[in-house]
């Protein structure tokens, strides 16, 4: 079997799995070598087969031509202090005005309030239930409630916006960063600071999230990982890509959210 030459780019990979907050025995389990021998691979001291360099390219949510390359796809979000009336730019460019900025910040507050406190509730349980809050939410009323940019990694549908936000709040004092353990596992939870401002927000968004949060948010990572890799968005667009908002049409019966009966 071929194989890939990592020596260049063993600190590409070492990045990556940090990034993605990923231990070295889960990704040797995930190509099938021992810890020891992925340790070689990340010191740039044993090769991986292309199959297993596939593996992980999947794993980080890039192409395999970028994974060869040791490159990572660039997801530049800007927060715009001011409404410009600029329109987002193409790709993976993203600019945020304020006033989708204080909606997302909104939502997020009223997610932390409500089930932040969870112990299965960490940032990528954060991550599924933003996705489904926004793309339930285009479903039932063909109109965006954030509208916020969701790229395909092995994790699920990933928020392109979040982490900037989360830093944004943070550096304003709005939520705090803990770190704890959850069955074992190193997690990542916020904790809101102040409260949410619904008056950002209609009876009609704040009954849609209660409703997600309800249905959802008391699966763990790997509950809420695995759902959302069933749901059609995700499993139509390609590794590191946004999702498309409009493929919501295409659900089945396990997760479409509205009643085309009513439509007739």
Do not use: C
Not at 16 to 43: C, D, F
Not at 135 to 140: L, N, R, V
């Amino acid at each position: 079997m071929a194989n890939y030459h990592v020596s260049k780019h063993s600190t590409f990979i070492q990045r990556m799995r940090k990034k993605h907050n990923l231990t070295q025995e889960y990704l040797a389990s995930k190509i099938g070598v021992s810890r020891p021998t992925y340790i070689q691979i990340e010191h740039g001291e044993k090769d991986l087969t292309i199959s297993a360099a596939k593996v992980l390219a999947d794993i980080f949510g890039i192409s395999f031509e970028d994974f060869l390359a040791g490159k990572e796809p660039k997801h530049e979000v800007v927060l715009e202090k001011t409404n410009t009336g600029k329109k987002a730019d193409p790709g993976l460019h993203i600019r945020v005005t304020r006033k989708n900025l204080d909606k997302f910040k909104q939502v997020l507050l009223y997610i932390l309030e409500n089930v932040g406190g969870k112990p299965n509730v960490g940032e990528t349980v954060i991550h599924k239930l933003l996705y489904f809050i926004d793309f339930d939410y285009y479903e039932k009323y063909e109109e965006n409630l954030m509208g916020a940019t969701y790229i395909k990694n092995h994790h699920g549908p990933t928020s392109v916006e979040l982490g900037a936000i989360l830093k944004d709040m943070q550096k304003n004092g709005e939520i705090e960063a803990v770190k704890s353990k959850y069955f074992n596992h190193l997690q990542k939870k916020y904790l809101p600071v102040k409260r949410a401002d619904l008056s950002t927000l209609s009876a009609q968004e704040i009954a849609h999230i209660d409703e997600v949060l309800a249905r959802l948010s008391d699966k763990n990572a790997k509950e809420i990982e695995n759902y959302s890799h069933e749901d059609i968005p995700w499993k139509v667009a390609k590794e590191g890509q946004p999702l498309s908002y409009e493929s919501v049409f295409y659900r089945d019966e396990h997760y479409s959210v509205r009643n085309y009966d009513d439509d007739l």
